[in-house]
């Protein structure tokens, strides 16, 4: 059994330490918000808040995320139905279409606005490396500056 | 009436409001057992008891809005509150079968505008309905009610919907009913009714469908096309797996997770037969369609006037000229971000499929033939797409699902890696056109014609036979879809026309690709039509306004892109632009491309784009279509490409096979043209102008005609 913590929340989860992060959270966790894309660690739709650092959680084997503070999508607002700044500003700015990579996106950007309150655009073309096919860019770049007040 | 959207409104109808709860509800979350039924008034529209107003959904809205959009169209013309309407769907009703199309399916950029007019009579016809059955209650005429905002009233007599529905219900459909044409909510900016769920995880595609005691399933495909499974060495076989299941040309490993599964096939020794297409690559594939080019055989899909006559005259002609050019495209992939998956529950005669589809009639068809139960006892739930581009309007995906059930007793969800869906995708077809036009002196374009050589997704995805040699899928946007005259090549002014077809079959599997046929034409012909202006000595805009003078809808397209992007005055140091004009799914799309080319690298700074797809139902859902759509034709123009190699795919993931991302996306500056004509779509209606506006644009910075994709090799 390994202990994870997601959301604030304590489990156990019956799974070989070697599993990736993103198929326990999925599978034996039920939080389908984060998205498998492509098990490469390269299209970010599985991004995860490890210890408050996006990281892609199907490159992250189960046991090093033991004892580490997880957060995905479902956790980053308090819960009780309020969104984060963050997330209003991508519905202000209608930004999903699919709607697939925007758990991971929103994730990303979560972490660019904790590390870099006041983010350029080369910040976000830095930070912002998810991707979607859908081609959401211009709106995602407008909703992180305007939840940053950069607008 | 000609305006223009201001892209910087960011006041939604909708997101304003703090009572804005409209959700989107999929099918499958149906209420729970011993709450009142739903009355009925058609198979569109249905009342709850709440008083809330139910759309069930032709077709799946894969993020291009189409479910608001229809949701509006109902709600204004049914007369109901915004706040009531919730959409689902799509249901599987033959009410449902695409006019014109003869199948359920989304595809096309139909959903609106084959469905703005039926919808319409729908509500119409509902809310006569509910007239008749208040004049009846109150005794009252018919004529002295009038419906807005969820009641019908009449002098003081007034009641919700949800009062009224039962009695309603009862009378037939109105047969040709009485449209208001209400405009309240359609031509605003709505805020779509599916993004709350999608910014916080709610959000339910085909992967996160979860059953009890479900099972997972991974597959590996032979690598080779034409490629069979000869044998699988079971000995080093993991005990995680509960079943082994072996198909023509795959195996698919069933475990109680998919790591378990995935893992454990790539720990088995696989062996597929060798294939008569073992050596073949794409540069065999090509030479292929050039040889075939060369042979001379051609079908005619597309004769107006002689064109051969007038280019052979011109050859050797003093005053005329012959200009000729040969054009190539890729092979391209999807990469929807949700990888193929399907979900599918087999107890006794009773199929339960939940998959991600565009095919809706395709995927029961296949269902049947592979279980052989009848329709009635196959369900289909479709669920939320995460894309799909064309690649889930086929089955074969759910035709594996549905294997892999046969071989347990339990719910089972298949789950393509990203490596299975990269390499065995339905392609869009790598194609070939050699182009020549004949000028005359003074620059008059006198003959055109198009020889195209290629495979045929109509006679290798969908079966059919080509039709007198030819795919019409093949010739999408090359004649006007818009209905004007001339309208042979899209709406220019030349008479003398042609579009030959030289069929060159591949092994490599083919299929729709957002814009199908137009997205290879409108570079093909867009670009030659450059080539042209540029012989003529003519701008390449003020050539094309001189084939649009009896086009004035093309016309006022072209100009309001060309004025926006302040074409032909000074631009910054360095910077250079192209322009490009369609008419593709009944819109018409003109981009003006900016670009710049720091020390040799390309670089796009600026897309203006006018279009004029009749009506927007919701601007900003069009907005939304024309940027993404040109952030994915940038991106198949600039990088991507699908190669073969002995006989398989190269390429394998995003890292191999690389899609535009956020740093390379230039501001997109979107006109929408409100023209009242016909509604045309949307979903493609960006993608085709987008290659030949950039290669135009790159010929103008560097003098360098790029004539085959994608543009990287070139720079």
Not at chain 2, 589 to 612: F, H, W, Y
Request: net charge negative; aromatic share 6%.
């Amino acid at each position: 059994m390994v202990e994870l913590n997601v959301n604030g929340i304590a489990h156990s989860v019956d799974a070989a330490p070697e599993t990736p992060l993103l198929w326990v959270l999925r599978e034996n966790l039920g939080k389908t918000g984060t998205k498998f894309g492509c098990g490469a660690g390269v299209c970010g739709a599985c991004t995860v808040h490890l210890d408050g650092e996006a990281v892609r959680s199907c490159q992250v084997p189960l046991a090093d995320a033991e004892g580490a503070e997880i957060k995905t999508i479902e956790g980053l607002s308090s819960g009780n139905g309020d969104l984060t700044k963050l997330q209003q500003s991508w519905i202000d700015l209608q930004v999903p279409q699919c709607g697939y990579c925007q758990s991971g996106m929103i994730m990303a950007a979560a972490a660019l606005l904790k590390a870099t309150p006041k983010p350029t655009d080369d910040d976000i073309d830095a930070a912002m490396t998810n991707i979607c096919r859908c081609g959401t860019y211009s709106r995602v770049r407008a909703a992180i500056h305007r939840a940053a007040g950069t607008e | 009436m000609t305006g223009t959207i201001n892209l910087s409104r960011r006041t939604f109808l909708g997101t304003a409001a703090a009572a804005f709860v409209v959700e989107l509800r999929m099918t499958g979350s149906v209420a729970a057992q011993g709450t009142p039924q739903p009355q009925i008034l058609n198979p569109f529209i249905s009342i709850e008891q709440d008083g809330s107003v139910r759309l069930v959904a032709p077709a799946f809205d894969m993020g291009q809005g189409s479910h608001t959009s229809l949701a509006m169209i109902l709600c204004d013309e049914l007369g109901a509150r915004w706040e009531d309407v919730r959409v689902e769907g799509p249901g599987i009703n033959s009410a449902f079968i695409v006019p014109g199309v003869g199948e359920q399916a989304t595809h096309g950029s139909f959903m609106v505008r084959s469905w703005h007019d039926p919808l319409r009579k729908a509500a119409a016809s509902a809310r006569i309905k509910l007239v008749r059955a208040a004049a009846a209650r109150w005794q009252v005429p018919e004529a002295s009610c009038t419906v807005a905002d969820g009641r019908v009233v009449s002098g003081n007599n007034h009641a919700g919907f949800a009062d009224l529905a039962a009695d309603a219900a009862v009378f037939p459909d109105i047969e040709d009913p009485e449209v208001l044409g209400t405009r309240k909510l359609v031509g605003q900016p709505v805020a779509r009714i599916d993004i709350p769920a999608k910014v916080d995880g709610r959000a339910m595609f085909g992967l996160d469908v979860r059953l009890p005691n479900m099972a997972y399933a991974a597959i590996r495909q032979a690598p080779v096309f034409g490629s069979a499974l000869e044998g699988v060495d079971e000995t080093s076989l993991s005990p995680d797996v509960l079943a082994l299941v072996k198909l023509p040309d795959a195996v698919i490993a069933v475990a109680d997770t998919f790591w378990k599964a995935k893992s454990a096939l790539e720990d088995l020794d696989i062996r597929f037969s060798s294939s008569e297409n073992d050596t073949a690559t794409s540069a065999d594939l090509r030479a292929d369609r050039v040889a075939n080019l060369d042979r001379g055989e051609f079908a005619t899909p597309i004769l107006s006037g002689d064109p051969l006559s007038i280019l052979s005259a011109a050859q050797g002609s003093a005053d005329k000229s012959v200009i000729t050019a040969e054009y190539d495209t890729p092979y391209l992939a999807h990469m929807s971000m949700e990888p193929m998956n399907c979900t599918v529950h087999i107890s006794g005669n009773r199929c339960e499929i939940w998959v991600p589809t565009q095919g809706l009639s395709a995927t029961m068809q296949a269902a049947v033939t592979v279980t052989g139960f009848s329709e009635e006892n196959i369900i289909i739930h479709p669920t939320m797409p995460g894309g799909g581009f064309g690649r889930k309007y086929e089955t074969d995906f759910v035709v594996q699902a549905i294997r892999a059930a046969m071989a347990v007793d339990r719910p089972v969800q298949l789950i393509w890696t990203r490596e299975q869906d990269v390499q065995h995708d339905f392609y869009r077809p790598a194609m070939t056109a050699r182009m020549s036009a004949a000028l005359s002196k003074d620059g008059k374009l006198e003959a055109f014609v198009m020889r195209k050589s290629g495979p045929s997704i109509l006679e290798h995805t969908l079966g059919f036979p080509l039709i007198e040699g030819s795919d019409p899928i093949a010739w999408l946007g090359f004649g006007t879809q818009t209905g004007s005259a001339p309208g042979q090549l899209q709406q220019y002014d030349v008479a003398d026309v042609a579009g030959e077809f030289a069929f060159t079959p591949t092994f490599v599997p083919v299929g729709y690709w957002r814009s199908v046929g137009a997205s290879e034409n409108g570079f093909f012909i867009e670009s030659f039509i450059d080539e042209l202006a540029h012989s003529a000595g003519t701008d390449p805009y003020e050539f094309r306004r001189n084939l649009l003078r009896s086009s004035p809808r093309a016309l006022a397209v072209l100009e309001k892109a060309a004025t926006e992007a302040k074409w032909g005055q000074s631009l910054p140091n360095g910077h250079f632009q192209g322009i490009a004009l369609t008419d593709v799914v009944g819109s018409l799309v003109a981009q003006v491309i900016e670009i710049s080319v720091p020390d040799g690298k390309l670089a796009v700074n600026r897309v203006t784009v006018a279009i004029d797809c009749g009506r927007a139902v919701n601007p900003d859902s069009v907005i939304a279509q024309m940027q993404g759509g040109i952030v994915m034709g940038l991106s198949a123009a600039i990088n991507e490409r699908i190669d073969i190699e002995d006989g398989r795919t190269t390429q394998s993931n995003f890292y191999d096979y690389e899609v535009a991302g956020l740093a390379a996306t230039p501001e997109i500056d979107v006109h929408i043209i409100e023209s009242g004509e016909a509604l045309g779509g949307v979903g493609e209606a960006a993608i085709p102008a987008v290659a030949p506006a950039l290669a135009n644009a790159i010929f103008a910075a560097t003098g360098k005609r790029i004539r085959s994709l994608p543009l990287l090799d070139h720079l």
